[in-house]
């Protein structure tokens, strides 16, 4: 998966200078697997307010970051997603805003693009906003559900929606679940127990689902059916984002390690990045090749080129 963006860091450029003068021949640095050589962007101090997800909307080249605004579990009409550049610049803090009459949005957490949907978890219900317009058009509640977050396509016509299963306090609700959910407004569980360790990130993966758990910290495969197929833990638990790329790559952030990880199909694990506090739910901007991290306490992103 070879990158197009080609911008070096500061320190590789000096260095590319420093030994030009001494040897006039082409120097290749070898770069640590998955991690590219360009500087990562910190959007900070713009007004992100607890941002727990972004999304690459490919058709505008734009990221979109879902911001919490308060307590996660609060019904407070007030989170807002922000519309940022590629290059780190806010476009519109607040481009979809449930401080609008319009507008309904409590806690917004994980966010799928279908088509011209945008559709966000939101505690118990997903809401679904037209991307052209930013009209709200729909709300899907999911009965019994208490922290829906991580949010994935499943098909063309339908996604998957993890329900956490955390009540206030961050203690356990009970409510652990997978769901199916569709345009159409249809919501099925694929399964509910909380023996899957508080599901958090989730991502369709070699035709099952792969999910990345919160309590229990692992990444665990499931079959179509919601049966449990293999497991995997890595060095850092409290799982949060959870990307499925083509080549079968895992990425997956951890709030433990602070972290994020990819995981190779054939299991091998690099460290992406280090040292970012409580990194969420991830973003994938696929014409760049770059990880997108809101940091959940620090009210930043960072934008992280791949290789
Ligand atoms: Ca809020
Ligand atoms: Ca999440």
Same mark, same amino acid.
């Given at each position: 998966m070879g990158s &197009?963006?080609?911008?070096?860091?500061? &320190?590789?450029?000096?260095?590319?200078?420093?030994?030009?003068?001494?040897? +006039?021949?082409q120097v290749t640095f070898a770069n640590e697997a998955n991690v590219a050589d360009a500087?990562?962007?910190?959007?900070?101090?713009?007004?992100?307010?607890?941002?727990?997800s972004v999304e690459y909307y490919a058709d505008e080249d734009v990221y979109l970051v879902a911001n919490i605004n308060g307590n996660p579990f609060d019904k407070?009409?007030?989170?807002?997603?922000?519309?940022?550049?590629?290059?780190?610049?806010?476009?519109?803090?607040?481009?979809?805003?449930?401080?609008?009459?319009?507008?309904?949005?409590?806690?917004?957490?994980?966010?799928?693009?279908?088509?011209?949907?945008?559709l966000i978890a939101d505690i118990d219900t997903v809401r679904v906003f037209d991307l052209k317009s930013a009209k709200q058009l729909d709300d899907i509640p999911v009965k019994g559900a208490t922290f829906l977050n991580g949010v994935s396509i499943a098909d063309?016509?339908?996604?998957?929606?993890?329900?956490?299963?955390?009540? +206030? @306090?961050?203690?356990?609700?009970?409510?652990?679940?997978?769901?199916?959910?569709?345009?159409?407004?249809?919501?099925?569980?694929?399964?509910?127990?909380?023996?899957? @360790?508080?599901?958090n990130g989730v991502a369709a993966h070699n035709g099952g689902v792969i999910i990345g758990t919160f309590g229990s910290g692992k990444?665990?495969?499931?079959?179509?059916?919601?049966?449990?197929?293999?497991?995997?833990?890595?060095?850092? @638990?409290?799982?949060?984002?959870?990307?499925?790329?083509?080549?079968?790559?895992?990425?997956?952030?951890?709030?433990?390690?602070?972290?994020?990880?990819?995981?190779?199909?054939?299991?091998?694990?690099?460290?992406?990045?280090?040292g970012l506090e409580s990194p969420a739910d991830l973003g994938l901007d696929t014409k760049r090749h770059r990880v997108l991290i809101p940091l959940f306490k620090g009210n930043e992103l960072v934008i992280q080129p791949l290789n």
């Open positions: &197009k963006f080609k911008k070096s860091s500061l &320190k590789a450029l000096f260095s590319i200078a420093f030994l030009s003068l001494a040897l +006039p021949v500087e990562a962007i910190y959007v900070s101090d713009v007004g992100f307010a607890t941002p727990e407070d009409d007030n989170g807002f997603i922000s519309k940022v550049s590629p290059n780190g610049d806010v476009i519109e803090l607040k481009w979809l805003d449930g401080a609008a009459a319009d507008v309904a949005l409590n806690a917004p957490k994980g966010m799928q693009i279908m088509g011209d949907r945008l063309k016509n339908s996604i998957y929606v993890t329900d956490t299963g955390l009540a +206030p @306090g961050f203690t356990g609700s009970g409510t652990d679940a997978v769901y199916q959910i569709g345009l159409d407004g249809k919501v099925s569980s694929l399964v509910k127990s909380t023996d899957l @360790g508080k599901p990444l665990v495969l499931l079959d179509n059916k919601g049966v449990k197929q293999s497991e995997m833990t890595l060095e850092g @638990g409290r799982l949060d984002g959870l990307l499925s790329l083509h080549d079968g790559t895992i990425i997956t952030s951890s709030w433990e390690t602070s972290a994020v990880y990819a995981i190779a199909a054939d299991k091998t694990v690099t460290t992406i990045v280090d």
